[in-house]
Structures are given as structure tokens and as C-alpha cells.
């Protein structure tokens, strides 16, 4: 259908152009013969008895111009364009294959733009962390004796929904359980020492973390948020720590500073 709209619009505009052109050359012919008819009439005023003394002479055919006329040169064009019509016609795979490439190419090319930006901030935002780490939550934590002195290392999920690349870096806090949350009553916060949520750990290693603190006590933990490059995504691995004692705690969050 847009191949016979297109034609049907090229044909349109050739025959309004060509129609307007002899209507032109027609209006001038006229216009140019009503002005000889007026000068005719006043030198007959004046010669008219030599004009009528001499015999007629038949008008001189004017020359035609050189070269293809107008009406040709447009035909030529109209011509021109409905054989491009016709080839793309011919071949529409061709022309669809090639806009999807070239939109590929500006996406991919737009992603990359956008990752370098990122990878570029996050990494401006990178200071002495061991300058700025408060450890002074430690003391408020509770510690069991009991408790085997022992660390596993955890993911952490939502992290794009509580942080931004401003947060990349290393990373201190607790592993707190939410038996209120209303989606999971199992789910275990992570909650970096300024108080601030950074996400939870993830389903899928929930029963690893059950099983590692089995008493369910809120576990501090020492990390790193960084940006993944190749998914322009935000990830984080943490160890957390049992707290079996505020010196076997420090000394393990100290060590991965």
C-alpha cells in the first residue's frame, strides 16, 4: 500500500507541473500576440499605405530552445523515482534488515555511553574509606559467647531500588531480621552502619544464611558495593560476621578494610 500511495503522489504532483507549464507558455503566447496586435494598429495609423503597398510575409517560426524541454525533464524525473520506488519495493527485507542494524548500532552505541558515565562517577566517588568508616556500632551490638567465631560470604539483592553509584565502595553494617516485612517474613536487611537500607539478602540464599546463623541474631557484616560494567548494574558481596565476641568482630572487619 505505501508503494502505490508514494507513486500515486509522484504522478499527481508530474501532471500538476506539466499542466502548469503549457498553461504558462499558453498565457505568454497570448499576452505576447495582444501586444503586437496593439502595435500593429498604431503603425498602421501612420504607414498605411506603405503596409498595404507591400506583400504579406508569413511570420518566422521561433527557433526552439536547445536541450530537453521542461515536460522531458520532469518526465525524466518521475521516471527516476519510480524506479527507486520499484527496487525498494522489490527488496523491502533488505531495506527493514538495514534500519534494524543501524538502530542497533545507536542503541549499543548509546548503552555504552551511558555505562562509561556511570563506571566514570562511581569511580570519582572513590576515597580513603578507612578515613571515613565508623566502627563505633560495634559497641551497640549484642555478642554471644556462645556463638562459634565463624563468617560466610552473601550477595545482596535490590540494590537498585536504595542506591545509586554514589554508594560504590566498601561498606560496613548489619544483617538484621524483618519479621514484619510484609513480602517475606523470613527476609534478613542489610543496613549499612549510617542506618541506611541497601537491600536484603537474596531468597535464593536464605536457607544458606538460616543455616549459618542459626539463632537469627542481628550479624554485622564488612563489604563492597561495585559497578558492573558489562550490566550497568549495581552489586555487592558481604561477609558476615557471627558475633561471638566485639574482638573477633573488628579484627575481621578490619582485615577486609
Known sequence: MLFYAILGII?????FLIFRDDHDKSYNRSEKKA????????????????????????????????GPSIKDQLLGEIRDAILEVTKAA???KGIVGQFISETKNAIDS????????????????NIDVQ???????????????????????????????HCTVHDCGKIVGVVKPEPSN??????????RNDGKLLGYIP???LDW????????????????????RSRAALVAEIKVILPSSQEFVREEIEAEL
Open 209 to 228: 544464611y538460616e543455616d549459618f546463623n542459626k539463632e537469627n541474631v542481628t550479624c554485622p557484616f564488612v563489604g563492597e558495593i561495585e559497578l558492573d
Open 131 to 161: 578515613e571515613v568508616i565508623d566502627l563505633s556500632f560495634l559497641d551497640n551490638l549484642e555478642y554471644d559467647e556462645d556463638l562459634e567465631e565463624n563468617t560466610e560470604t552473601f550477595d545482596i539483592t535490590g540494590l537498585r531500588y
Open 90 to 92: 522489490d527488496n523491502p
Open 182 to 191: 510484609v513480602h517475606d517474613n523470613r527476609a534478613q536487611a542489610v543496613i
Open 203 to 205: 531468597r535464593t540464599q
Open 35 to 66: 501586444q503586437r496586435q496593439s502595435d500593429n494598429v498604431k503603425k498602421s495609423a501612420v504607414y498605411s499605405k506603405k503596409e498595404n503597398s507591400r506583400p504579406k510575409v508569413a511570420p518566422k517560426a521561433q527557433a526552439k530552445p536547445s
Open 110 to 125: 548509546t548503552v555504552k555511553e551511558v555505562q562509561e558515565a556511570l563506571y566514570t562517577s562511581a569511580s570519582n566517588t
Open 11 to 15: 504522478v499527481l504532483v508530474a501532471l
